[in-house]
């Protein structure tokens, strides 16, 4: 039973992703039917001021000891360094041995890996860490593709509010739906986000070794709205069709054809958030065939329909 939840923190905090946590855990909400948890605050040096930033700090007042029995302890973001206090490693090791689980915010994924607890394990943390968390820990399966990771007894958040939905989901995992609803009730956020929805990034133009390569992408997104095929792309370089395709992988990372669809499905977001065209319109206007076409590589890319992404995002 989740009864017990403490947040580690350490070095500088970053304060949202501790609040995201001290949101849904650390208020009082007996009176709106949700159960009371026993919320603990603790640090390696109990009492002494940590820095939140802009000259304000915040002073945790218990041990890490006073964690060690939690059934759920949480990491907040704020560090990408792999190298952190053993007795926070210790006592995220700890409570796990204990049959408790662990959630990370944002970077607090770097914790988590240096305990050794994401090894063989999938898991996520905010897009800008992605690549350094699967380097740093390289037996750690990472996704940032998604907004949260369940995996056994851990459970990896990525940036700032996806902590919400992970913790909400931790809430409904336990106690239901009813309860996990009227937090986020109380919280004004959505109910519930789904694990596996995207994390809604743009991909921008990467950059080229190969001046002309550079000089492809520029013409790729100019002409985005026409029919372009590798054999044209091709010609453009005086290149075989099969020596492009392969030179293009190694410049970009991605197949041609991969590329174009991401930078079409990027240019049908922007098209869905500041304008009023419908959906076959902008599915023409992206160099897609037709709305069907543009709805099935929507969805497989961005995680919901774009009749779900505008509403969300449109201005």
Do not use: G, L, N, S
């Given at each position: 039973m989740l009864n017990k939840v403490a947040v580690l923190l350490y070095r500088r905090v970053s304060l949202f992703e501790f609040g995201v946590v001290n949101e849904v855990f650390g208020l009082d909400r007996t009176d709106d039917g949700v159960p009371p948890f026993e919320f603990v605050i603790g640090s390696p040096d109990p009492g002494v001021p940590l820095s939140i930033g802009n000259g304000a700090y915040v002073v945790p007042p218990a041990t890490l000891e006073d964690c060690l029995d939690a059934d759920l302890v949480a990491i907040p973001g704020g560090s990408t360094d792999p190298e952190f206090p053993p007795e926070i490693l210790d006592t995220l090791r700890g409570v796990v041995a204990n049959g408790g689980r662990v959630l990370t915010v944002c970077s607090g994924a770097f914790a988590a890996g240096a305990a050794g607890l994401l090894d063989g394990r999938r898991c996520t943390t905010h897009w800008r860490f992605g690549t350094k968390l699967a380097e740093t820990f390289p037996?750690?399966?990472?996704?940032?593709?998604?907004l949260f990771v369940d995996d056994g007894p851990i459970t990896t958040s990525a940036g700032t509010a996806a902590g919400i939905d992970a913790a909400l989901h931790l809430v409904r995992d336990e106690f239901g739906p009813e309860v996990a609803n009227r937090i986020a009730r109380r919280m004004v956020v959505p109910p519930h986000r789904d694990g596996g929805?995207?994390?809604?990034?743009?991909s921008p133009i990467p950059e080229c070794e190969s001046d002309g390569f550079a000089g492809v992408l520029e013409w790729m997104i100019e002409h985005i709205d026409h029919e372009i095929s590798v054999d044209e792309l091709a010609r453009r370089m005086h290149m075989s069709t099969r020596t492009f395709a392969r030179r293009f992988v190694d410049e970009v990372g991605v197949s041609p054809h991969k590329w174009l669809t991401e930078q079409r499905v990027l240019h049908a977001r922007r098209l869905l958030e500041s304008t009023d065209l419908a959906v076959d319109e902008v599915a023409g206007s992206v160099g897609f065939a037709s709305g069907t076409l543009l709805r099935h590589h929507f969805n497989a890319t961005v995680g919901v329909t774009?009749?779900?992404?505008?509403k969300r995002f449109a201005r």
């Open positions: 037996k750690a399966i990472v996704d940032t593709d998604v929805q995207r994390q809604f990034v743009e774009p009749t779900i992404y505008r």
